[in-house]
């Protein structure tokens, strides 16, 4: 049984999404989920308990939906300029 591992590379290679394809997914999910109003609050389970620590306790930094809603923006603006910088230029 013969494995033919170029024509193997050269499948995952071609079924690979590009970078825009991911960015575009990513986007559509963060809109699905703020319309949603889904909370991840409480999703993430610890896998083994954590020893004690003795002193003042840390609050944990939470994000906030704004705080993600202005990333999005930003990186959907850099999006856009980048589209246009690239129909401006060529």
Do not use: C
């Amino acid at each position: 049984m013969s494995i033919e591992w170029k024509e193997i590379r050269k499948r995952i290679r071609d079924n690979k999404p590009d970078r825009s394809a991911q960015f575009r997914n990513y986007l559509t999910m963060i809109d699905r989920l703020s319309s949603k109003r889904v909370s991840l609050k409480g999703s993430m389970v610890a896998t083994a308990p954590q020893p004690a620590r003795a002193g003042a306790g840390r609050r944990v930094a939470t994000t906030d939906m704004k705080t993600v809603m202005d990333r999005y923006h930003q990186k959907a603006l850099r999006l856009a300029q980048a589209k246009y910088y690239a129909k401006q230029v060529g």
